[in-house]
Nanobody, 116 residues
Framework: QVQLVESGGGLVQPGGPLRPSCTAS????????MAWYRQAPGKQRELVAS???????NYADSVKGRFIISRDNAKNTVYLQMNSLKPEDTAVYYC??????????WGQGTQVTVSS
């Protein structure tokens, strides 16, 4: 059974950093693409960043240059280093994993609030 557990969300002031993480179990982690999505109140869930098993990365235009996605295959964990946070980054951040021929799985989400 696939399980994704996010942690590291919270309240941060504008301009500050935050680094949520997501630890996976029940999968061969290194073969999966890992991604972070976010959903703000009243808005659709959107892709923030993704990283393949070969560490190829992809970012939404709104976070390029501010966010960095990385993974540690030894720890089955993916990270999202978020810098220069803005109030519009406020959302629930979800971890997602998928692989060719396998159905994707979601984490439960972690709240990120950017406010002074």
């Amino acid at each position: 059974q696939v399980q994704l557990v996010e942690s590291g969300g919270g309240l941060v002031q504008p301009g500050g950093p935050l680094r949520p993480s997501c630890t996976a179990s029940g999968i061969t982690f290194s073969t999966y693409t890992m991604a972070w999505y976010r959903q703000a109140p009243g808005k659709q869930r959107e892709l923030v960043a993704s990283i393949t098993g070969g560490r190829n990365t992809n970012y939404a235009d709104s976070v390029k240059g501010r966010f960095i996605i990385s993974r540690d295959n030894a720890k089955n964990t993916v990270y999202l280093q978020m810098n220069s946070l803005k109030p519009e980054d406020t959302a629930v951040y979800y971890c997602y994993c998928y692989a060719q021929g396998r159905s994707g799985s979601w984490g439960q989400g972690t709240q990120v609030t950017v406010s002074s």
